[in-house]
């Protein structure tokens, strides 16, 4: 009989997974965004992100191009002081941005009906990007609390990493008899194949039946660290010479991960090159 998560892990699966739902919901409201302002007004989008605040301010302020005609410098670089626009960019090379984009041409009509579209999907979006932050918040106190938070936060180049972290030990849980083998693991997040059989025809396919929120945690770790490990660089790098495409060397590369991660978890011990995968026999590379 398996043993009940804790409390403590129960509480982090509870936020990292009403956290990724919002963020579902913001992806599709910025992409609705960002298409209404590319059809008439591409010059709003002067900012990295459309959902970022200061964005949302910006549009919220200007959600057309007659409401930013009287905009010139020194009332951007008020705007942005207000609110601490951490970007690089100045208010003058911003509004070059915005006055050298296309010019849109939609009619009076148009435009009034887009703008209530633009500051309706801004004001749906503004709680949500806050709501966001708040949860991420929480999922850090959550973690720096949570007895496994070592065992993870090892497995990624920068200590304070939240939200990956936090992801696999919510979504793995703590009961260690639940996954009795790395198979297991590499199973149920998607990292193994599965081999369909047809007469005397035998093929490995991509593995669909499995914890998705798991796979999409574990596929995080082995992309992220594809850039900075060495050893998890040259799993990828094989992969893909063997003709593999991202997705699938990707996928190669966590169930590499999972041999690693699946002894952590069970020995309840952080990440050590020395003792865990093939680390050792590289050259150190930094990082």
Known sequence: MLVPDSDETKALKALTRAREDLVGVRVELANQLRAQLAAFWPGALIFADVDSPISLAFLRRCPTPADAKGLGPR?????L?????PGRRGAEELLERMRSAPTGRAGELETEARRAVVLGLVAALEPIVAEISELTSQ?????AAHPDREVFASL?????????????IAELGDCRERYPSEAAMA?????SPVALESGKLRVATFRRACDKRLRAAVARLADSTRHWH??????YA?????????????????????????RCWRDRVPYDPARH???????PAGG
């Open 75 to 79: 009332r951007m670089e008020g705007f």
């Open 81 to 85: 002081a207000r609110h601490r626009y």
């Open 139 to 143: 999922i850090r106190g959550a973690l």
């Open 156 to 168: 990624f180049r920068d200590a304070k990493t939240v939200i990956s972290p936090a992801t696999l």
């Open 187 to 191: 199973a149920d997040a998607g990292m």
């Open 230 to 235: 060495p050893w998890a660089r040259e799993v």
């Open 238 to 262: 094989k992969a893909r010479a063997r003709g593999q495409d991202h997705p699938h060397a990707i996928r190669t590369l966590g169930r590499a991960w999972i041999r690693v991660l699946w």
């Open 277 to 283: 995968g093939n680390l050792g026999r590289l050259k």
